[in-house]
């Protein structure tokens, strides 16, 4: 179930007079059944928290004094609460619509032009003995609306009609002041939706991997290395170099910043290790940085066949899945809005890929020999299972698996 919330909209006046109402003692049931739980539809904005309580202390000096006119009001000046301006009005005679006489009538006024909602409460001590009654008029938390200043259609003023007997109020008094407390609280307003753009730290990082004219350091890595654990036969492999940075490496890879220097002219080599072992670690920061320029990035019509060639370029197999899949799900929005011109050739089959996968359901696993199929993480943990290279593109990875379950059967006929 969606259940919709439309804001902003006018409530029916549960009470109206000369610029000043009084709450009702209920509010009418809507019979509605509760609702289930589902996502919820805003249509306006919806509103912030409930703030603290805000006390003001409104002091009415010489009390006693008064006029006790029936409708004649004391006013406290304007006070600023919650960006609004509000002010006390007291009536020691009781209000013209109050039917008994002798009661004190308190109201509260929007003096802004604009309406807030707010829930408030008058409260009165007794000022040196706390086993006294203590006078409070309040709504069972219900949010009232005041109107602003002048505002047609709606109320700026609430309050009690009958707070308490005036008699009984000069009692209260302390050294002849009446000292009221006033109590407002409503909701928090909610900050607008700040844009914040994309952070480029993993791109950027991605950018300068294996980058020579950001390094500072390089290594040659290669020669005898063993073909595979527990043989005697070694293997000599062509040297490959790998350009880094030695404050990343200092960070990530101390033993290999203890290694050399910033700005050494001479390669450190490294020999005994196989070039893809030796490129584990790098391979490791970069998939976390891959993980999250996917997470985070959006595809869209406009930026997919960027953000593709992007990929494509940096052998982001993960993220150029991504955006495979927003094809796949959004072709009739692509064809004729968007040039393939541009895209090589090889991602034609990853796009056939990914949508012969759609149909099979994308979320669904491929069967266990199917590896064209089988999503990019899948992949890489086969690859990590194994202990092969988890660097490249599908095609590569897919590859990689098959020899290595090739040379698998190989071996068990071998030893059999």
Not at 173 to 186: A, F, I, P, W, Y
Not at 225 to 243: L, P, Q
Not at 265 to 270: H, K, N, Q, S
Request: aromatic content about 8%; proline content about 5%.
């Amino acid at each position: 179930m969606v259940e919709v919330v439309v804001c902003g909209g006018r409530a029916a006046l549960a009470a109206k007079a000369a610029g000043s109402g009084f709450p009702p003692d209920s509010s009418p049931q809507s019979g509605r059944a509760p609702m289930d739980a589902g996502d919820v539809v805003n249509v306006g904005t919806p509103p912030g928290p409930l703030s603290d309580w805000a006390i003001k202390k409104v002091h009415f000096h010489g009390f006693a004094g008064l006029p006790t006119t029936r409708n004649v009001p004391a006013e406290s000046p304007e006070f600023s609460c919650f960006g609004h301006q509000w002010m006390v009005a007291i009536y020691p005679g009781g209000h013209k619509q109050s039917k008994e006489e002798g009661n004190v009538t308190v109201l509260l006024y929007n003096q802004s032009l604009e309406s807030i909602q707010a829930h408030f409460k008058f409260v009165l001590k007794h000022p040196t003995d706390r086993t006294k009654r203590t006078f409070q008029a309040k709504w069972d938390d219900k949010m009232i609306t005041f109107g602003g200043d002048g505002q047609e259609g709606y109320i700026n003023g609430w309050g009690k009609l009958i707070f308490a007997k005036r008699e009984t109020v000069l009692t209260y008094l302390d050294n002849g002041s009446l000292k009221l407390e006033v109590h407002l609280r409503t909701n928090k307003q909610t900050e607008p939706t700040s844009f914040v753009p994309c952070n480029s730290f993993c791109k950027n990082m991605l950018e300068g991997f294996n980058n020579e004219d950001m390094s500072d350091v390089r290594f040659e890595v290669g020669g005898e290395v063993e073909s595979a654990a527990n043989r005697r036969k070694r293997a000599k492999n062509t040297a490959t170099t790998f350009y880094a940075s030695h404050l990343i490496l200092r960070l990530n890879a101390p033993s290999l910043a203890d290694m050399c220097r910033p700005g050494d002219e001479a390669a450190v080599p490294i020999d005994g290790v196989n070039p893809e072992v030796f490129t584990r670690p790098f391979w490791d920061c970069q998939l976390q940085a891959e993980a999250v320029l996917t997470e985070q990035t959006e595809i869209t019509v406009d930026n997919m066949l960027d953000n593709l060639l992007y990929a494509n370029s940096k052998n982001l197999a993960l993220f150029q899945e991504k955006i495979m899949d927003f094809v796949a799900e959004n072709g009739d929005r692509i064809v004729g809005n968007v040039s393939f011109d541009d895209v090589p050739g090889n991602l034609i089959s990853d796009i056939l890929t990914a949508v012969a996968r759609g149909k099979r359901s994308i979320s669904k696993s491929a069967p266990e020999d199917d590896l064209k199929f089988m999503r990019v993480g899948e992949l890489r943990k086969r690859l990590h299972d194994k202990g092969l290279c988890i660097d490249g593109s599908r095609e590569t990875m897919i590859a990689l698996l098959r020899e290595n379950l090739t040379s698998d059967e190989t071996g068990a006929e071998e030893t059999s």
